[in-house]
């Protein structure tokens, strides 16, 4: 906001002087002169590039286009005196082939995604206390990077940030560190020693992945398991039981040749991709005090035809069961509110085109984008008397023989019922059921008169 008022002062000025003189003080008097000096000083106060290959960022840098891409061959170095913006599109360092050295200031509090990605003569980055977490591929294909020492306030390590340093060969996690997305040091393939000192406690799938530190613990246990933690098991086949004592697990068996899985009672959290695309998978016992299951922890596994989820589950997110083409049932959590799930997430049972009913539990409140999409033997559908909300393409490929809404003030969006084939919709008479089901053509059934205040056409809800 300071920037910009000092821009708008700026031009104020400028434009003043030039009516009070009579003169054209920045070549042209009119506006769009003074927005284009303006640009042209503000981005080369923005930063400077010397004659040693120094790129020094000063400040946010609002250009459309990297303003220093015809000289990145000459970029050595790079120094941020202050946590910077760039409106820009793609890496700000895309082609720097000579870029070997990168300091951040101590206002950052991440590493942006692709930052790096691709620097290939990168070896040295200086990263300071205070940084909490390292963004999506930031330095993915930094080939020469040999090491990297991270600061004890890194909390989180994303997807694919270190994937493909070919060169990386020992990492020091620090205390607070819980974990690293899908991919994080996968390709790495220099990567022997790790010295963990963090909680390891939400690792996606495939992290490690062609490592040879993987490698090696592998060899002494296909069960991959740091501080209680599950953080591999790619490698199991067949029938597995996993052990007492273990507490969570992230993206472990994803894409895994497992059949059949037991989850000890002393799991709570199974996180992101546990099961991803384990298409042999038939069978699994979860723990029955268990509470999360993240996203897409079922996705994929197209061997799966019933499932029943524990009703002390309260997490339930997103892409849980997308993909299991042969799930003909599955139990919900059905637990009080407020400890039981209040929204059946985006994308919960796209794909999921064996499907042939569902109980949706009492304490669901709204049912996410693409939920039952593609359900293609889904009959009838009764939403809860809570669902206040049905989000778009919710039933988009279903051929519905009825859905039952009960809610006369449900809300819809102009495309809740987009490719969706509904002989029936029931509801109350004056309810926004019946005017979605009149404006989409949709025969209607009446549950009886609602008696309340105006409802708008859905279409404006």
């Not at 050595?76 to 070997?100: D, M, Q």
């Not at 004890?152 to 990492?171: K, Q, V």
């Not at 546990?274 to 999360?292: A, D, R, V």
Request: aromatic fraction near 10%; proline fraction near 4%; hydrophobic fraction near 40%.
């Amino acid at each position: 906001m300071i920037f910009r008022n000092t821009r708008l002062l700026k031009a104020t000025a400028l434009c003043a002087a030039a009516l009070l003189t009579g003169t054209t003080m920045l070549g042209a008097a009119s506006p769009d002169a003074i927005q284009m000096q303006l640009t042209a000083e503000e981005a080369a106060s923005a930063w400077t590039l010397n004659a040693d290959g120094t790129l020094t960022i000063s400040d946010n840098i609002y250009d459309n286009e990297c303003p220093w891409k015809d000289q990145v061959e000459q970029i050595k170095k790079v120094v941020f005196t202050k946590k910077a913006y760039f409106s820009f599109r793609g890496s700000p360092f895309e082609g720097c082939i000579n870029l070997t050295s990168a300091v951040f200031s101590e206002d950052f509090y991440s590493v942006p995604g692709g930052m790096f990605k691709d620097c290939t003569a990168l070896t040295d980055v200086t990263i300071p206390e205070g940084i909490d977490g390292i963004s999506y591929n930031a330095f993915e294909g930094c080939t020469a990077l040999r090491t990297i020492r991270f600061p004890e306030s890194l909390s989180y390590i994303s997807a694919e940030a270190f994937r493909g340093c070919t060169s990386l060969d020992n990492l020091v996690i620090p205390e607070k560190c819980y974990g690293f997305g899908a991919y994080a040091f996968a390709g790495c393939t220099s990567l022997t020693h790790i010295e963990n000192n963090g909680k390891m406690n939400v690792v996606g799938r495939h992290a490690f992945e062609d490592t040879p530190w993987l490698k090696a613990e592998q060899a002494k246990n296909p069960l991959v398991i740091v501080g209680n933690y599950l953080i591999d098991a790619s490698a199991c086949t067949g029938d597995v039981v996993l052990p007492d004592g273990l507490e969570g697990m992230g993206g472990a068996f994803a894409d895994s040749e497992i059949t059949s899985v037991v989850i000890p009672e002393s799991v709570y959290n199974i996180n992101m991709d546990s099961f991803m695309n384990c298409t042999g998978l038939t069978e699994i016992t979860l723990p029955s005090q268990l509470n999360t299951l993240a996203s897409n922890v079922f996705a994929g596994c197209s061997g799966l035809t019933h499932i029943e989820i524990p009703d002390t589950v309260t997490v339930f997110s997103s892409g849980m069961f997308s993909g299991c083409t042969n799930l003909k049932s599955v139990k919900l959590p059905c637990g009080e509110y407020p400890c039981a799930i209040t929204k059946l997430e985006d994308s919960t049972f796209e794909g999921c085109e064996s499907l042939e009913s569902i109980d949706i539990p009492e304490t669901v409140q709204q049912i996410g984008n693409s939920t039952f999409k593609g359900c293609k033997k889904l009959k009838e559908v009764s939403v809860p008397s809570k669902v206040c909300m049905i989000d778009s393409n919710a039933f988009a490929g279903c051929i519905l023989e009825k859905l039952t809404i009960p809610d006369p003030l449900c809300s819809f969006t102009d495309y809740t019922f987009t490719d969706a084939t509904i002989q029936k919709i029931v509801g109350y008479k004056g309810s926004s059921a019946e005017i979605a089901a009149e404006k989409c053509g949709i025969e209607f059934e009446n549950l009886g008169i609602f008696v309340g205040g105006p409802i708008e056409d859905y279409s404006n809800s």
